[in-house]
Each structure stands twice: as structure tokens, then as C-alpha cells.
């Protein structure tokens, strides 16, 4: 970004160069080495984030966080997927999940701890027949005594081993007839060790195509047992929910951050891919020239740089409304639509402008092919954006 955009305060600007720096000097040579062989994150690099407060990014001050909003994580998170998408994933694991326990001195605790990297935890709210349609869900919660057993079939539970609690959305009672579908739907907190899963709890890896860095698991819950005061209000520290809407509301909540942070994302990973084909197109020579010379080429990159910077400048005024409070369900799915579908436009074009060596392990762009691809999947399809979007301009018959 050459020209100052209207958000651009210092301290903004410190804290995007300094996400760039640590995404270039220290994610990119980790993700080079791991990505190609499917290796796990390592725990000194989670560390290296924690140590810079973006796990807390949201997190108020006095809670152990930054005291910064949504508009900063996205920041924060857009430079890092620029190396490697997992890394700006994992910062959705802090922020604030998985401490919305009714415990005032408890939920304190766990906030700090979020904010410190200390709290990192998976979320299982899809199954095989309950992803897109998530009041589906069929795991329930079934009380026994002060406790709660949950039993069922969870999918795309990223992080889930390696985690310190998996967030679980699970059925409490089946709607009434007059109800919403996703009545009696509410999450609960799974506490365990990292590199563990608890009592009740087996787990197999899904073999992923891309967005490598964290496993992602395939869960079966038989009688997982929780405590009583591990029934959540919400996903999020700021989900915005009401005691009384219930669990599912926190979750449509948490969508509108999670998409809009899928954008920021998303922009990343094309950003990573636009650089990496503009120094190919002046490396790479052909008949003689660099075939940067050539002016399909060129204008194929300026076709990129264009959809980029107007996904980019659209997250951030999604992002700046949510921070003001504005509820945004159509923006965040319009935000979530547009930057993550020119992703995969943007890296199947850079794919295409590398040639036979874009086809290769040799060269990062078949990973940005490969990671954007999923962004449209993700926090919602694109149908399911379009649903979003077209049900709040049309009416039913």
C-alpha cells in the first residue's frame, strides 16, 4: 500500500510493519521447509506469537490483552497469511475463545491466558451430515447430575490435539414446534492437555489437500463429561450475545469476526502470490526479454493487483464497522464472497503466469493455489454467502 489510507495511524502502521517483518523473517522459512512435507507448526514459532501479544489482539488491556479491535487482528492476520496461511489461522484460537465461563475471577483467568498464548483452543461445531446447515448439529448434552455428557460425531476440528480445550456445539433439548430449528443448540468447553484428547474422546486425522501447519480431525465424542460451569454463553469475549438468545446467536456472532477475518486472510495469501509472480516475471526470460516485457503479462498482473487491493480496501471497512458496533451479517458474508473467490482467482492467474515451474513443489505459489482455494470453503462456502446476502435483499413467496 504506497498511498495512506484513511486508518493508517502510527501506531496501525507499526503494528502492520511489524506483522510483515515477522511473517518474512520468520514465518517464510518455516513454512518453505514445513509446508511441502505436511509438518506441524512448531511450538517455538506459537511462542514467537504469544511473546508478541496477537493472541490478545482483542483482549481488553486490563484483561492481559492489546485492547485492540477487530480492524487490527485482520491487519495483523492479512500480513502473516502472506507466509503461511496456518499462521494467521491460529491467532483465531486465542482472542478470547473459550472464556465465556459465568466465573467473573474464572473467565478473568482464562482471558489472560488467551492473551498469553497460554489458552489456545479447536472448535468442533460441524459434522458429517451438519456443516453448512449448521442447526443440524446432532452431538447432544444430556445431563447427569451437576455434569454434562456429551456424546457424538464432530468434523474439521482444527487443531484439536494439540489444543488446550475444544470448543463443542452440542444439542441440550430438541426444538419446540414453534421453535427455530437451531433451538437447544449450545457450546461447551472440553478442557485437556495438549497433545491428549480426553476421556471419552478418539480422534483421526483428515489428510488435507492444503492449509497444512495444524492437524485437522475427524472427532468421536462417547460420554466426554463436562462440568457443569463449562456450558458457554458464546464463542467469543465480544461475541455481543445476550444472556437470554442462547448459544447458537453467539455462534451466527462469531461468524461475522471469523468471515471477515477469512477475508483479511484470504487478501493475504493473494498478496504472498502477486509478489512472488512479480519477481518471476522479471527473473524468468523467454526469447530473450524477461517476460515481464511482455504485455499480456503485465496486464494480467495488473488485473491482480487491482482485485487485491479492492478486497483489501473492502475488509477493512467491513472490519472498521464491526469495531464500531454495526452488526454487518450482509457485509461480512458480501467481505467473505469477494476477497476469498479473487484468492483463488489471484493464484490460479499466478499459477498460470509461473508456467510449468508454477506446477511445481519448487515454488510457493502452488501453496497460495492451495490455500486460497480453501478460503472459499471455509467460515461458510460461497453458496452460503450468496444465501446470506440474497435473503436479506429478497424477500420469500
Request: aromatic share 8%; charged share 25%.
Amino acid at each position: 500500500m504506497d498511498l495512506l489510507p484513511p486508518w493508517a495511524t502510527p501506531a496501525r502502521l507499526a503494528l502492520q510493519q511489524k506483522a510483515r517483518a515477522f511473517a518474512h523473517d520468520v514465518v517464510l522459512p518455516v513454512a518453505d521447509q514445513l509446508d511441502p512435507v505436511k509438518g506441524e507448526m512448531p511450538a517455538e514459532l506459537v511462542e514467537q506469537l504469544a511473546a508478541n501479544g496477537w493472541f490478545g489482539i482483542t483482549i481488553a488491556q486490563d484483561e492481559g490483552g492489546l485492547g485492540l479491535g477487530v480492524f487490527d487482528y485482520c491487519l495483523v492476520s492479512e500480513e502473516l497469511a502472506r507466509a503461511w496461511l496456518s499462521v494467521a489461522s491460529i491467532l483465531a484460537r486465542g482472542q478470547g475463545l473459550g472464556t465465556q465461563v459465568d466465573e467473573p475471577v474464572r473467565r478473568r483467568e482464562l482471558l489472560r491466558r488467551s492473551a498469553q498464548g497460554e489458552w489456545i483452543g479447536s472448535i468442533a461445531l460441524s459434522e458429517p451430515d451438519a456443516g453448512s446447515d449448521l442447526a443440524g448439529v446432532a452431538t447432544t448434552a444430556t445431563r447427569d447430575g451437576d455434569d454434562w455428557v456429551l456424546s457424538g460425531h464432530k468434523r474439521w476440528a482444527g487443531n484439536a490435539l494439540a489444543a488446550d480445550f475444544i470448543e463443542v456445539l452440542a444439542r441440550v433439548r430438541e426444538p419446540d414446534p414453534e421453535e427455530s430449528r437451531s433451538a437447544g443448540l449450545e457450546p461447551f468447553l472440553v478442557v485437556k492437555e495438549r497433545g491428549v484428547f480426553p476421556d471419552g474422546m478418539t480422534g483421526t486425522t483428515i489428510d488435507k489437500i492444503g492449509y497444512h501447519g495444524f492437524l485437522t480431525w475427524d472427532l468421536v465424542l462417547d460420554g466426554v463429561r463436562v462440568p457443569g460451569r463449562d456450558k458457554l454463553s458464546g464463542l467469543y469475549a465480544d461475541s455481543g450475545a445476550s444472556a437470554d438468545e442462547g448459544g447458537f446467536a453467539s455462534v451466527q456472532r462469531s461468524l461475522n469476526i471469523a468471515r471477515v477475518h477469512t477475508a483479511a486472510r484470504a487478501v493475504g495469501v493473494a498478496q504472498g502470490a502477486l509478489e512472488d509472480t512479480t519477481a518471476y516475471l522479471q527473473e524468468r526470460e523467454q526469447f530473450g526479454h524477461p517476460i515481464g516485457d511482455f504485455q499480456a503479462l503485465r496486464f494480467a498482473l495488473a488485473d491482480m493487483a487491482a482485485d487485491i487491493a479492492q478486497a483489501r480496501a473492502f475488509w477493512c471497512q467491513v472490519a472498521h464497522l464491526i469495531d464500531e458496533g454495526v452488526a454487518c451479517e450482509s457485509e461480512a458474508a458480501m467481505v467473505k464472497l469477494q476477497a476469498t473467490e479473487m484468492a483463488v482467482r489471484v493464484t490460479n492467474q499466478a499459477m498460470q503466469l509461473h508456467g510449468g515451474n508454477g506446477y511445481t513443489t519448487e515454488r510457493r505459489v502452488e501453496r497460495y493455489w492451495r490455500d486460497a482455494r480453501l478460503t472459499t470453503i471455509f467460515e461458510g462456502t460461497s453458496e452460503i454467502q450468496r444465501r446470506i446476502i440474497s435473503d436479506r435483499l429478497l424477500p420469500r413467496a
